[in-house]
């Protein structure tokens, strides 16, 4: 399967790198990713929605420390 987007491959890519092999999750937040990745915030929760509706990651979005929003990603490897 071929990811169409350069930067949604890059966002892919940024994320396989804190995954285990079997795809489990990172807990590569937003901030981290653009950091990493040289996107804008907005444009990255674009391509994050995007992946998840091409159902190549699941995202699962949880109240965290001091309100903030955790955000945990799964790479689904059956879609390869």
Known sequence: MTVAGTS???VLLALAD???DRGER????VPTL???TDIKRSTMY?????????DLIQR???RGVRRRRA?????N????
């Not at 990172?26 to 937040?29: E, N, Q, V």
């Not at 955000?71 to 790479?75: A, E, K, P, S, T």
């Open 18 to 20: 804190r995954a285990s």
């Open 46 to 54: 674009g391509l994050l929605r995007e992946l998840e509706e091409d």
């Open 34 to 36: 653009c950091r990493k």
């Open 71 to 75: 955000l945990r990603i799964w790479i």
């Open 8 to 10: 949604k491959r890059f």
């Open 60 to 62: 699962d979005n949880r």
């Open 26 to 29: 990172t807990s590569l937040g």
């Open 77 to 80: 490897l059956h879609s390869w």
